[in-house]
């Protein structure tokens, strides 16, 4: 079955820049989508289309794609960040496979 | 205001059946594919099945395959879940999600991207006797 990989966890001092990697083999084939999730809430799309921001999110949120490499990054971290965040894409073989990633947890220190 | 509101969750006894609800407000309902994910407690989040649009194709993920089917009235603006032969292991927090507006393919078919851009604040399963 398709797995996306991500780190457990990513610690970051306030004001600097986190990065959070999702590797998979079938990326460079698909888009990667990016969820934020803070404790008792629902997931919020961060990122769309490996790079794409929603209306509404910072602009220190940015997505970037390499071969079977995805990663988040977040410039300027803010104590608000600190949150689980999840990966997601989807494949076809026949029919859709949607799979996420197992989360990060980031810390802002 | 675009928003998704679950309800249905509850307390069954492994092997029993519920049915999930969705109901979707703000947008045109059968234009877009919906999505169920869940989330165990302290854990992940898991993608249950998908929908498109007009209902004619449904994905399940392996865990739930032949188990669950999902649905849409898209005259009532309202996606479902139903599960049956619940287990243990099916005790989550469910979200219903609606996906992003779909496009045209290389070959002109059009398709989604079976993602999230919309959540709702999630219905509770228990699976307990």
């Known amino acids: 079955s398709y797995e996306l990989t991500q780190p457990p966890s990513v610690s970051v001092s306030p004001g600097q820049t986190a990065r959070i990697t999702c590797s998979g083999d079938?990326?460079?084939?698909?888009?990667a989508f990016w969820f934020k999730q803070k404790p008792g809430q629902a997931p919020t799309l961060v990122i769309y289309?490996?790079?794409e921001r929603p209306s509404g999110i910072p602009e220190r949120f940015s997505g970037s794609s390499s071969g079977t490499t995805v990663t988040l990054t977040i410039s300027g971290v803010q104590a608000e960040d600190e949150a689980d965040y999840y990966c997601q894409s989807a494949y076809n073989s026949g029919t859709y496979h949607v799979v996420f990633g197992g989360g990060t947890k980031l810390t802002v220190l | 205001e675009v928003q998704v509101s679950e309800s249905g969750g509850g307390l069954v006894q492994p092997g029993g059946s519920l049915r999930l609800s969705c109901a979707a407000s703000?947008?045109?309902?059968?234009?877009?594919?919906m999505s169920w994910v869940r989330q165990a407690p302290g854990k992940g989040l898991e993608w249950v099945s998908g929908i498109s649009g007009s209902g004619g194709s449904t994905y399940y993920a392996d865990s739930v395959k032949g188990r669950f089917t999902i649905s849409r009235d898209n005259s009532k603006s309202t996606l479902y879940l139903h599960m049956n032969s619940l287990r243990a292991e099916d005790t989550a927090l469910y979200y219903c999600a609606k996906d992003l507006e779909g496009y045209y393919d290389s070959s002109g078919y059009y398709t989604y991207y079976y993602t999230m851009d919309v959540w709702g604040q999630g219905t509770t399963v228990t699976v307990s006797s």
């Open positions: 703000g947008f045109t309902f059968s234009s877009y594919a």
């Open positions: 289309k490996d790079s």
């Open positions: 079938a990326l460079p084939k698909q888009y």
